[in-house]
């Protein structure tokens, strides 16, 4: 009878720690799949100029070399994600960002070693930057947002929606509400210089250099999104633009004359630039007759744009000389 009861006691106790290894294996199937339907669930395909990029929802710790890009995380209300950041030469309009923001090199060469140690979940590089691609990508997942001057605001607004995609439905509504108020700016703006006949003309001043941009150049916001009407004049639509003297400047004669000044723009020696809009050639010229000469924001143009809060300054630095 002893020796049944011991069979049975054994018996049952053999079953009952199969039946618990079998429902801890299951359990940990089920955390698993759970696990791996989280991670999942947790990134965001990112549509950019280099491609669809898988990058982790909700970042923490973002790199921005896109000044844009920085100033939409602010606008959309994540400015705290922003872990670094080229400061050396930002724009004054972006230079109230978080103090705890690390500096990662400048625009044009970043500091691999400190991008490295900050650990970031998404690096967001740009035109500038793009040679660096291959060693961002070794750190976390890169993007690099394009914009087409040939359709500049359709395409500017894509990268805005799909940077705030990685905030989820939330930076998206923000997003989207923000862009329909630039659209209405913009449409004001346009539609007064649909009733012009003003014709403009963007200049650079470098160093004391003059160089000169068309309607699809860097600058095609001017003239694709705003409507300002271009000159006749034959420019080559490069990034560098094309070199032009008072004489050339003279002879396009523009009715409306924008200036970018990139000496300003990166904190170098304007003294060569000082004086050289008051040229007489170009004062000859009608932008220089009805005191058309418009000195842009220069580090705000050169450095920046494409952002919500870019956008929106870019828009005030000009309405006033819509449809004139």
């Known amino acids: 009878m002893k020796k049944n009861r011991k069979y049975f006691f054994l018996s049952f106790l053999t079953v009952f720690t199969l039946i618990f290894l079998a429902a801890c294996g299951s359990s940990q199937q089920s955390d698993a799949k759970s696990s791996d339907s989280s991670k999942s669930a947790s990134q965001v395909t990112v549509k950019a100029g280099n491609g ?48 705890s923001i690390k500096n990662v090199g400048t625009m044009k ?16 590089a740009s035109a500038r930057t793009e040679d660096y691609l291959d060693q961002f990508k070794e750190i976390a997942p890169t993007v690099v947002f394009e914009s087409d001057n040939s359709d500049y605001w359709t395409s500017t607004k894509n990268n805005i929606l799909s940077l705030a995609s990685i905030f989820g439905q939330e930076g998206t509504k923000e997003a989207e509400s923000q862009l329909a108020s630039l659209d209405k700016e913009i449409q004001t703006v346009a539609a007064a210089n649909n009733q012009s ?15 000169a941009f068309g309607a699809k150049s860097r600058f095609a916001f001017l003239y694709d999104t705003l409507k300002f009407k271009a000159t006749d004049a034959k420019i080559e639509d490069s990034r560098h633009g094309q070199e032009v003297s008072f004489e050339s400047i003279k002879e396009i004669n523009p009715d409306l004359l924008f200036v970018v000044n990139r000496t300003l723009a990166i904190g170098g020696d304007n003294s060569s630039n000082e004086g050289i809009l008051d040229n007489s050639l170009i004062q000859e010229t009608n932008a220089g007759k009805n005191k058309a ?32």
């Open 197 to 211: 006949q003003q014709k403009a003309l963007t200049l650079m001043l470098n160093e004391g250099s003059m160089s």
């Open 52 to 99: 669809d990029v898988k990058v982790p929802s909700n970042p923490k710790k973002i790199v921005v070399f896109d000044l844009g890009a920085a100033d939409t995380i602010r606008a959309l209300g994540k400015a705290d994600s922003i872990a670094g950041m080229p400061k050396e030469t930002l724009p004054e309009y972006l230079k109230n960002l978080p103090d």
């Open 293 to 324: 000469i418009v000195s842009l924001t220069s580090d705000l143009w050169y450095l920046s744009g494409g952002g919500l809060e870019s956008t929106k300054l870019m828009i005030e630095d000009v309405k006033d000389y819509a449809g004139k």
């Open 109 to 124: 060469e970043p500091d691999i070693d400190a991008i490295d140690a900050l650990q970031p979940d998404l690096i967001i």
